[in-house]
Structure formats: C-alpha cells, structure tokens
C-alpha cells in the first residue's frame, strides 16, 4: 500500500478512504491487515487518481463513472461490440500507463 500510495503521490489513508468508496476497489487483506493490492487494483487507483486528480471528477463522479462502465459491460450485446470494447479499454489502460 504504502509503494502505491508514494507513487501515486497521496497518503496511505486516502486508499483507505477510497477503499470505502469504491466498491471495485477491494485488495486483500494480509497477515497483519496489510493490504495487498493486486493489479487489477493497482490499475483501479491508478484511474481513480487520473479521474480524480487530472480530470477534474469528484468522488461521486467517479463512483457514477465506475457504476455506468460496470452496467454497460454486463448489457447484453454482439461478440463483436464485446471483443471491440474490450480492445478499446486496453488501448486507453495502456495509453493511461504510459505504454
């Protein structure tokens, strides 16, 4: 936790807090409760703090963001629309990490 919180420039507390916020963010608790993000997490808070810091969202804004690309992935559509968002989300998570 603390690596991430340094690299993403806020304190520890403020992944805690987010933790509480965002129902998609969820690392694992190790022994200790020290928390163990995992990629998929990492990239999360990543996202967050690019919404958040550069974008200019607010906290709800966020959560509204998150909520919509959550109901969009489960609607019901083509092969097709699916592998297309699909590629489409890695390109910007890559663009994003600066790949």
């Known amino acids: 936790m603390g690596e991430l919180a340094q ?8 992944l805690r807090y987010w933790e509480t916020r965002f129902p998609q963010l969820r ?24 919404l958040l810091a550069d974008e ?3 906290i709800r804004g966020v959560q509204k963001l998150l909520a ?9 559509r083509s ?5 297309t968002a699909i590629r489409d989300a890695l390109v910007k998570a890559l663009e994003e990490d600066g790949g």
Do not use: C, M, W
Not at 7 to 14: D, K, S, V
Not at 37 to 50: E, G, K, N, S
């Open 7 to 14: 690299e993403i420039g806020r304190p520890q507390h403020i």
């Open 79 to 83: 092969s097709a629309e699916a592998f």
């Open 68 to 76: 919509s690309e959550k109901a969009a992935t489960r609607s019901p």
């Open 27 to 50: 690392p694992l608790t190790r022994a200790g409760n020290r928390r163990y993000y995992r990629p998929d997490d990492v990239a999360l808070v990543r996202r967050i703090h690019h």
């Open 56 to 58: 200019g969202y607010t």
